[in-house]
């Protein structure tokens, strides 16, 4: 006898003509509200374009870092753009896709300092902001003799960027990008890498016809380059060079 059909994620999207995508609006610039408080950001603009591709209606679902994943699992949204990094914890409890961006965390430092590698970055203050994963990978490299100033969050770390107490800071890339828009007379560029995060979209487990249609919609337009123009528009660097397929 054969079993009861499976109801079909990709089916119900498609009957219902919407896709419900949970996203962080308090994350900038990946997810954020503008001054005429529409959403946008990297996350947002990857969203509209998915929907328009598949001509389906955008509904967002508003999420924090951690009700993303109860959102898809619970059916309150059928996918997950936001931020979303790949780790094995979470691939037991949703699936995901391709990779389709990169969260890059590097030591950034005003762009007239002269650094390719750890070695320039030797006897050189790096500001951190406590606990995060910079603050601990750095602190574990003994064997390098760095000098961390530790900072109590991301904007006080920016700050002693922009104000000069600080020539280097590890963070994420689109934040060292950030620190010249604030003052011109102090550009920071990502000089030494430290890990690059893949950020994917996540979908509840047992839905392989939806996933694969997301993978190769992720694909086409990684190869096309609107993905990267999305990212770069927002985050002020390209995607990694692998992903684009370059």
Same mark, same amino acid.
């Given at each position: +006898?054969?079993?009861? #059909? ?40 990857? #969203? ?92 574990? +490299? ?58 994917? +979209? ?45």
């Amino acid at each position: +006898m054969p079993f009861a #059909a499976h109801a079909d994620l990709l089916d119900d999207v498609l009957s219902a003509k919407k896709i419900r995508v949970a996203t962080d609006l308090a994350i900038p610039p990946s997810g954020m509200i503008d001054a005429n408080l529409k959403p946008t950001g990297s996350d947002v603009e990857t #969203a509209q374009l998915l929907a328009k591709d598949l001509g389906l209606e955008l509904e967002f679902v508003q999420t924090t870092g951690a009700t993303r994943i109860p959102n898809v699992q619970t059916n309150k949204a059928d996918l997950i753009i936001s931020t979303l990094s790949v780790t094995p914890e979470r691939a037991k409890v949703i699936d995901f896709t391709k990779p389709y961006a990169a969260l890059q965390s590097v030591v950034g430092c005003l762009k007239s300092v002269e650094a390719k590698s750890w070695p320039d970055l030797k006897g050189k203050t790096i500001a951190v902001s406590r606990g995060t994963t910079q603050d601990t990978t750095l602190t574990n +490299m003994k064997d390098r003799d760095l000098r961390l100033a530790r900072y109590d969050d991301d904007a006080t770390m920016v700050t002693a960027a922009v104000s000069g107490q600080a020539d280097c800071i590890a963070t994420s890339a689109t934040i060292v990008n950030q620190i010249g828009v604030k003052n011109p007379s102090r550009v920071y560029e990502p000089k030494v890498p430290i890990t690059t995060f893949d950020l994917a +979209m996540g979908v509840r487990k047992g839905e392989p016809r939806f996933v694969e249609k997301l993978n190769a919609w992720i694909e086409t337009n990684l190869k096309n380059g609107k993905l990267n123009a999305i990212y770069k528009k927002f985050h002020g660097s390209e995607l990694p060079p692998e992903m684009r397929g370059s």
